[in-house]
C-alpha cells in the first residue's frame, strides 16, 4: 500500500529560512509531517507535538539531522558512464580528443544507463532535484519518472552556425518541452539549453530567447568557463561573453549560467541587472584548471548563485557535500578572507537558492509548509560528525559527506531508508553501467 502520511519525529531540523537573506539557517528539534506530496506540519518540540494517530509511517529522527534536499544546479548525469575516462588535462584537449570522440557512440539506452547509475548517486548522496544538459533526453527523462528524483533537463545544442543542425538541434529541444514538460507527477521541468556562446550561433541564440518565451521555460547555458572561452568571444565579437548576450537581448531571469568563472566586472553588473543566475562547479573548474569564479563578490551583489557538480567526467563524483565545502574553501584562499562564504551561505546556494536558480523556490529548497516533501535525514551519530558543533551548518559542509545521508525523500516518496534503495535497483545498474562503457571503449 502506498504511504499517504509520514511522520518524521523527534529530530534536529536545519532550515535556510529565506532566500532573501543568505546567512539565515536555523535549526530547532521538533516533528515534521508529510501528507502525499507536501510538507503539512512543523511542531518545535517546545511546541505541542505531532499526533501519531492515522499516520501510515512513522520515522524515528532521533540522532539525526532532517534538511531540504540537495539541488544541483548543473550536471551532465549520462556522463557518469566517463568517471575516469580522461583525468589531469585542460578542457579543450578533454573535450576535443577525449569526451566528443566517446559520445558519438551513445545512443538512448546508454544515456537512459548512464543517468540511472548519476541518479543512484545523487539519491545515497542526498540529492533530490538536479538541473541537467545533455543528449538523448527523453531516455533520461524516463530514468527521472522511474526514480522518482526531480530533474530539470535541457537538450545541449550545439550548431557551429550550420543552418541544417542548428534546425535540428532545435526540434529536438522542443520536442523534449512538448514530451515532457511537467511529467512524472510534476517532478519534470524542461529548459532550453544551447550548449554555450561558443558552440551556438547568433541564429540559435537568438531563436533560442524568442522559444524560451514562447513555451514559458527556461534557459540553461555554459559562460565564461575558461580565461580561452572569453578571449573567442571578444575576439569574435568585439565584447566579452554577458556583453554580447545582453546585446541580443538574451539574458533574462530565466537564464542559469553555469561556471561564471573569468566575469568582468561590467558582467557581473549585467548578470545582477538581468537577475541571470549562476551555477558554480567549484570541483570541475579546479580539476580543469578552468579558474575560480568571485562567488563572494556575486552573493554580496545579491545575485543567485547555486552549486553544481558538473559531470562525473570531469569532477570526479556527484556529492554535493563536498561539493559545498570546495565551494566555501575556495572563496576563502582566492580572497584571503576566512569569513568568506560561510557555512550558512554553502547550505543557502545548495538548498534555497538553487530552487530560486531553477525558478523552482516556491516549491522546493526550504522546510516550510506548503512546499513539496524534498527532504534528506543526516545520521549525526557518525563519527565524522563527532562531537556535532553547536553550528550545525559547519559541521555538514566542513565535516559531512554524501555517505551520512541516511534516507531521501522526494516528492513525499521515501527514495532510500537507511541507506537502502526503494525504487532502483543498484547492483543491477552498476553491472549495466559497466557493460555500457565496455562497449562504448571498443
Known sequence: METKNILIHDTIILNPKSEKNSTAVESFKGDLL????????????????????????????????????LINTHTHISMNLFRGLADDMELDDWLNNHI?????????????????????????????????????????????????????????????????????????????????????????????????????????LEKVRKEADRYKVG???????????????VE??????????????????????????????????????????ISHNPCSNMKLSSGISPVQEMIDKR??????????????????????KFASLLQKVSTMNPKALTSNQAIQMSTINGAKALNLNKEIGSIEVGKKADLILLDKNTINLTPMSDVISSNLVYAANGSNVNTTICNGKILMENRKLTT????????KANKAIKELKN
Open 100 to 204: 566528443w570522440p566517446t559520445e558519438a557512440g551513445l545512443n538512448g539506452e546508454y544515456c537512459y544507463i548512464g543517468a540511472l547509475s548519476a541518479i543512484v548517486e545523487m539519491i545515497k548522496s542526498g540529492t533530490t532535484t538536479f538541473n541537467d544538459m545533455y543528449f538523448y533526453m527523453e531516455d533520461v527523462a524516463k530514468a527521472v519518472e522511474e526514480s522518482g528524483i526531480r530533474g530539470c533537463l535541457s537538450y545541449g545544442m550545439i550548431d557551429f552556425a550550420d543552418e541544417e543542425k542548428r534546425q535540428k538541434e532545435l526540434k529536438e529541444n522542443i520536442d523534449l518541452i512538448k514530451n515532457c514538460n511537467n511529467t512524472a507527477e510534476g517532478r519534470i521541468k524542461t529548459f532550453f539549453g544551447p550548449h554555450a556562446t561558443s558552440t551556438a550561433s547568433k541564429e540559435l
Open 34 to 69: 508529510i501528507e502525499n506530496d507536501k510538507i503539512v506540519e512543523i511542531a518545535r518540540k517546545d511546541q505541542e507535538s505531532i499526533s501519531k494517530d492515522n499516520i501510515d509511517k512513522i520515522i524515528n529522527g532521533e540522532n539525526k539531522i532532517l534538511m531540504p534536499g
Open 303 to 324: 545575485i543567485t548563485v547555486g552549486i553544481g557538480t558538473d559531470s562525473v567526467a570531469s569532477n570526479n563524483n556527484l556529492d554535493m557535500f563536498e561539493e559545498m
Open 236 to 277: 569574435s565579437e568585439g565584447k566579452t561573453p554577458f556583453e554580447y548576450l545582453d546585446d541580443l537581448g538574451f539574458l533574462k531571469d530565466d537564464v542559469i549560467a553555469a561556471h561564471g568563472v573569468w566575469l568582468s566586472k561590467e558582467e557581473i553588473n549585467i548578470i545582477k541587472n538581468r537577475d541571470v543566475k
Open 424 to 431: 532502483l535497483n543498484e547492483n543491477e545498474i552498476i553491472e
Open 219 to 233: 534557459i540553461h547555458i555554459h559562460m565564461n568557463e575558461t580565461k580561452k572561452e572569453v578571449e573567442t568571444i
